[in-house]
């Protein structure tokens, strides 16, 4: 079974409004954490936020939110208020304790003018 | 530098050669991942460290692929015998224990 699912492929957004990212998780552990990572073309991976299993508040950073739905194991990113430059491709990944990090296959979002 | 650093970006190989691709990571981080990403797909993961100890290896696609990281630092991801399906950017990112993946830039490789 696939670890995490982003059914997703492509996703297209007006600037200035906001969309959400899907994302959904499969694990049997009670302690693991949730990243979103933003590739742009360069190919440079870069994070934007991270959710906790334990934590009880959806986690946020500027225009980036995590809506953490933990008995639905979803973890979908909002960005709100698109940008241009927030064009790129979106993985959306979640280790385990002392495990590797899992990647789903990716949401390539474009910002349209 | 302060980030994770992967040399050489680029590298054209010939089928049937080997390569070395050399990973940095970030002082301090005990974990180290190796990622194989090809175009257009998510980073299929590869292997991890922890400190000098590989603990898993279960993504090396076949046994032409071999990692280390000998003094729980610096990581090198060897191919020997390269074929045109190990063509791939290779992605090695490094964690402070159970904290977020620091990215290299990656090293994009192509077999010929």
């Known amino acids: 079974a696939q670890k995490i699912t982003q059914t997703q492929p492509g996703m297209f957004v007006q600037e200035k409004e906001a969309v959400t990212l899907d994302c959904t998780y499969d694990t049997s552990d009670q302690s693991y954490g949730l990243f979103w990572y933003k590739q742009p073309s360069s190919g440079e991976m870069i994070f934007l936020i991270y959710q906790g299993s334990y934590d009880e508040q959806n986690a946020t950073e500027g225009r980036y939110s995590l809506n953490f739905q933990k008995a639905r194991k979803s973890a979908n990113l909002v960005i709100s208020a698109s940008q241009l430059g927030d064009s790129a491709m979106y993985f959306c990944?979640?280790?385990?304790?002392?495990?590797?990090?899992?990647f789903g296959t990716g949401t390539s979002l474009t910002v349209i003018p | 530098g302060a980030g994770v650093s992967q040399s050489p970006r680029y590298k054209v190989a010939k089928r049937g050669q080997d390569v070395a691709l050399r990973c940095d990571p970030i002082?301090?981080?005990?974990?180290l991942f190796w990622y194989q990403q090809a175009l257009g797909q998510g980073p299929e993961f590869l292997t991890y460290f922890q400190n000098e100890a590989q603990l898993d290896k279960s993504g090396l696609p076949s046994d032409r692929f071999f990692a280390e990281r000998p003094e729980g630092s610096v990581s090198t991801l060897k191919i020997q015998r390269t074929q045109q399906e190990d063509s791939a950017v290779y992605l090695c990112?490094?964690?402070?224990?159970?904290?977020?993946?620091?990215f290299g830039q990656g090293t994009r490789l192509t077999v010929v």
């Open positions: 990944a979640m280790r385990e304790v002392g495990n590797q990090f899992y």
């Open positions: 990112a490094s964690s402070f224990r159970q904290g977020r993946a620091f």
């Open positions: 002082s301090g981080h005990v974990s």
